[in-house]
């Protein structure tokens, strides 16, 4: 069992930066991959980075790369999703989300609501 819970969101202004973090429970946090996805309103939740257990992979969506870097930190079992040049299409609640390869379960945070003014 993981438990999942984000933080870092807020109101920011076009081309500003807020940084996300994904505080992990459980000790074999090192073993999963963690992943960002987002969720406008009226929208389907959509992919946005994610990164191997170890650190050494990370993927992101089209829209995002270049903008956006996703790290972790395994001794503090917290994963980042750091968000530069924001865009008010960028707008959403941002969830993090834990998954073991080749296994069918995952966990999901409540979710952290990021603002983009223009």
């Known amino acids: 069992q993981v438990q999942l819970v984000e933080s870092g969101g807020g109101l920011v202004q076009a081309g500003g930066s807020l940084r996300l973090s994904c505080a992990a429970s459980?000790?074999?946090?090192?073993?999963?991959?963690m992943s960002w996805f987002r969720q406008a309103p009226g929208k389907e939740r959509e992919f946005v980075a994610a990164?191997?257990?170890?650190?050494?992979?990370?993927y992101y969506a089209d829209s995002v790369k270049g903008r956006f870097t996703i790290s972790r930190d395994n001794a503090k079992n917290t994963v980042y999703l750091q968000m530069n040049s924001l865009k008010p299409e960028d707008a959403a609640v941002y969830y993090c989300?834990?998954?073991?390869?080749?296994?069918?379960?995952?966990?999901w945070g409540q979710g952290t609501q990021v603002t983009v003014s223009s």
């Open positions: 989300n834990a998954a073991l390869v080749a296994s069918p379960t995952t966990y």
């Open positions: 459980g000790r074999t946090f090192s073993s999963y991959t």
């Open positions: 990164i191997s257990w170890s650190g050494g992979t990370t």
